[in-house]
């Protein structure tokens, strides 16, 4: 009696992983990092981080995967089977995987009355091979039509520059810690990040059980790097989780409150601020409608967001927002603000940021601000002496993923400062 006839192609695990990120992402848009936390305990960290990178190749080339299988079909399969086929394409095409072990491990994934479409399909585009890439406009085909038609609005032919700075992994970039060495193999950036190449497991890294450094994309390190924090000065940081610029500002010598309403965010932050061995008080609340004792003499508020400058390091947000998403954001970031120049001592200064390419969520409140009785204060390109490209001639940061190509680009980041008149 034959026992091997149905045996599960090895891998199947991480691809079943790889599918349920998928279905969470795409069919009930949760966020990527969530659905991550949610696969099962029992699987093995290796089939977890590997599905992870199956995932995040699919949502990163979704377009260009789609149009792939598009001559092959001839009526939309249900999403079961569609995610199947996504991965086998992105196997066989983008990942390097061997076309038998792709192919196998897709038609076990499928539903049974798919296996067979999965099969013939996977085995035509394993035939094809690279070729069936050529000519296709994948920045274009991966970037959603919303997205593409507004960053053109806002940046005009560099759209096409941002897009292909999605088409890849990001690197793990570092935020260092006072005295800190860089570990082997980093480059340190001209902002002074440290920058190490995709894939890097920060929790091997010599330094990072001691609290040496944290992780912090370049780009998200420069709104606390423009307030330039005092020691002894009482900063409150709006939104604080994870607690990468909290723990900037806490290690400038300030007196950090960090403000943040999520009691799932709170209990990260707090377990990343103990790892650094960094004193601040924290408060959960809603920073919109808390009060603090006294004011501040500065506010780092980086605002909740469509976080459309993070697509490189989360290609799930590229599918998850929408358009209506844009304003319903730059909303709630106007309420933000007016809350913060409220916690303001007269004379004191706030740095806004969003990790959004959209200027509804960015130089938009620059106008805005000025009801609030906020002043714009205009950044010099002397303020960030190592990325003076990213001021731009109105005083403001703006940051987007094809600054830097030849490094690895950064995030989409904007940000201003204002003074509370007195």
């Given at each position: 009696?034959?026992?091997?006839?149905?045996?599960?192609?090895?891998g199947l695990p991480t691809r079943k992983a790889a599918r349920d990120l998928l279905d969470a992402t795409l069919e009930q848009r949760r966020p990527l990092e969530e659905a991550l936390e949610g696969l099962p305990k029992r699987l093995d960290p290796r089939d977890r981080a590997a599905a992870h990178r199956i995932a995040a190749m699919v949502l990163r080339r979704l377009g260009s995967i789609d149009e792939v299988l598009s001559p092959f079909l001839r009526k939309e399969p249900p999403p079961p089977a569609r995610h199947a086929l996504r991965i086998g394409v992105a196997e066989l095409l983008m990942l390097d995987t061997p076309p038998h072990a792709a192919v196998a491990t897709a038609v076990a994934l499928a539903p049974k009355a798919f296996g067979g479409l999965v099969n013939a399909v996977l085995r035509k585009v394993a035939a094809e091979g690279l070729a069936v890439l050529e000519?296709?406009?994948?920045?274009?085909?991966?970037?959603?039509?919303?997205?593409?038609?507004?960053?053109?609005?806002?940046?005009?032919?560099?759209?096409?520059?941002?897009?292909?700075?999605?088409?890849?992994?990001?690197?793990?970039?570092?935020?260092?810690?006072?005295?800190?060495?860089?570990?082997?193999?980093?480059?340190?950036?001209?902002?002074?990040?440290?920058?190490?190449?995709?894939?890097?497991?920060?929790?091997?890294?010599?330094?990072?059980?001691?609290?040496?450094?944290?992780?912090?994309?370049?780009?998200?390190?420069?709104?606390?790097?423009?307030?330039?924090?005092?020691?002894?000065?009482?900063?409150?940081?709006?939104?604080?989780?994870?607690?990468?610029?909290?723990?900037?500002?806490?290690?400038?010598?300030?007196?950090?409150?960090?403000?943040?309403?999520?009691?799932?965010?709170?209990?990260?932050?707090?377990?990343?601020?103990?790892?650094?061995?960094?004193?601040?008080?924290?408060?959960?609340?809603?920073?919109?409608?808390?009060?603090?004792?006294?004011?501040?003499?500065?506010?780092?508020?980086?605002?909740?967001?469509?976080?459309?400058?993070?697509?490189?390091?989360?290609?799930?947000?590229?599918?998850?927002?929408?358009?209506?998403?844009?304003?319903?954001?730059?909303?709630?970031?106007?309420?933000?603000?007016?809350?913060?120049?409220?916690?303001?001592?007269?004379?004191?200064?706030?740095?806004?940021?969003?990790?959004?390419?959209?200027?509804?969520?960015?130089?938009?409140?620059?106008?805005?601000?000025?009801?609030?009785?906020?002043?714009?204060?205009?950044?010099?390109?002397?303020?960030?002496?190592?990325?003076?490209?990213?001021?731009?001639?109105?005083?403001?940061?703006?940051?987007?993923?094809?600054?830097?190509?030849?490094?690895?680009?950064?995030?989409?980041?904007?940000?201003?400062?204002?003074?509370?008149?007195?």
């Amino acid at each position: 009696m034959n026992t091997t006839a149905h045996k599960p192609p090895p891998g199947l695990p991480t691809r079943k992983a790889a599918r349920d990120l998928l279905d969470a992402t795409l069919e009930q848009r949760r966020p990527l990092e969530e659905a991550l936390e949610g696969l099962p305990k029992r699987l093995d960290p290796r089939d977890r981080a590997a599905a992870h990178r199956i995932a995040a190749m699919v949502l990163r080339r979704l377009g260009s995967i789609d149009e792939v299988l598009s001559p092959f079909l001839r009526k939309e399969p249900p999403p079961p089977a569609r995610h199947a086929l996504r991965i086998g394409v992105a196997e066989l095409l983008m990942l390097d995987t061997p076309p038998h072990a792709a192919v196998a491990t897709a038609v076990a994934l499928a539903p049974k009355a798919f296996g067979g479409l999965v099969n013939a399909v996977l085995r035509k585009v394993a035939a094809e091979g690279l070729a069936v890439l050529e000519g296709l406009d994948a920045p274009r085909l991966d970037t959603p039509q919303w997205l593409w038609s507004a960053w053109h609005a806002a940046y005009g032919p560099a759209v096409r520059a941002i897009a292909e700075a999605h088409c890849g992994p990001a690197p793990l970039d570092l935020t260092p810690a006072p005295g800190a060495t860089p570990p082997e193999g980093a480059e340190v950036l001209p902002t002074g990040s440290w920058r190490l190449p995709a894939g890097t497991r920060v929790t091997d890294l010599p330094g990072f059980a001691e609290g040496g450094f944290w992780v912090q994309d370049a780009a998200a390190a420069l709104p606390a790097i423009l307030l330039k924090p005092q020691p002894g000065e009482r900063i409150a940081d709006l939104c604080a989780a994870p607690g990468g610029k909290t723990a900037q500002l806490a290690a400038a010598g300030a007196q950090v409150t960090a403000v943040e309403r999520d009691a799932h965010r709170v209990a990260r932050l707090r377990e990343n601020l103990a790892r650094l061995h960094l004193e601040v008080e924290v408060v959960q609340a809603d920073a919109a409608a808390w009060t603090p004792p006294e004011p501040f003499d500065a506010i780092l508020l980086d605002a909740p967001c469509t976080a459309t400058g993070t697509i490189r390091r989360h290609p799930d947000v590229a599918h998850a927002k929408r358009a209506r998403d844009v304003q319903a954001a730059a909303e709630a970031q106007s309420r933000l603000l007016a809350a913060a120049a409220r916690m303001l001592k007269p004379g004191g200064r706030i740095v806004f940021a969003t990790c959004s390419l959209q200027p509804e969520e960015g130089e938009a409140h620059i106008a805005r601000a000025a009801s609030l009785g906020l002043e714009h204060q205009p950044f010099a390109a002397a303020d960030l002496p190592g990325l003076p490209e990213a001021i731009t001639p109105g005083g403001w940061l703006r940051t987007r993923p094809d600054l830097w190509p030849e490094r690895g680009g950064m995030d989409g980041f904007f940000a201003a400062r204002f003074r509370r008149a007195a």
